[in-house]
């Protein structure tokens, strides 16, 4: 299965569950004229892995897009330290959505499937010091709502409602049961 996503996050999970992968990727503008931000991002997800099938017709091809959503506002990855440190400000003792979107696509087997799962996150409220410490890790500037869940970024959370894997970037449960109402069962992962 080719997956159209350069995160190692996603191809680990992927991995985990038993996927063979191979990565490749199209850079794509990652603009939506949907408004609705589900909806959104489903078609960025959607657009992404496209553009891989387009150019493998005959691979199953599967990618995702990840996003923060607070107060109707979509919060990508950060610029900058500065805007990592007022994304973390904002997120402090709150709750917010991540949002990952999926497309599974054989063009030549006709299979489109876009989904969505959404998880609810609980923040800490974070001192200055805490929020200093992790923007000087690197670790929040390659994440959308510049934290993650998997490594230092899981001291600020509180609780979760919702899946985990959504939070760390593709919602593995959901998938399996897209999947499997295609037929395709856990023994034929390896194959795809």
């Known amino acids: 299965m080719i997956l159209a ?3 190692p996050r996603r191809k680990e999970i992927l991995e985990n569950i038993g996927f063979n992968l191979v990565i490749k990727s199209e850079d794509i503008e990652e603009v939506s004229d949907k408004v609705e931000v589900v909806e959104k991002i489903k078609d960025i997800a959607y657009k992404k892995v ?11 091809v599967v990618g995702a897009d990840t996003i923060v959503e607070v107060d109707g506002d979509i919060i990508g990855k950060p610029k900058d330290e500065e805007e990592a440190k007022k994304i973390l400000q904002r997120l402090s003792n709150r709750s917010h959505n991540v949002i990952t979107a999926f497309s599974f696509i054989n063009k030549s087997k006709d299979i489109c499937i876009k989904d969505v799962a959404i998880t609810k996150v609980y923040f800490k409220e974070l001192s200055s010091e805490m929020i200093e410490w992790y923007i000087a890790s690197k670790e929040p500037m390659d994440k959308a709502g510049a934290y993650g869940i998997q490594d230092k970024g899981s001291i600020f959370v509180e609780k979760i409602e919702g899946d985990f894997f959504t939070v760390m970037g593709f919602p593995i449960e959901r998938f399996m049961e897209r999947l499997n109402e295609l037929g395709i069962k856990l023994k034929d992962i390896e194959r795809i």
Do not use: G, I, Q, R
């Not at 496209?50 to 199953?60: D, G, M």
């Open 5 to 7: 996503s350069k995160s």
């Open 50 to 60: 496209e553009a891989v099938a387009k150019k493998y017709p005959n691979e199953y």
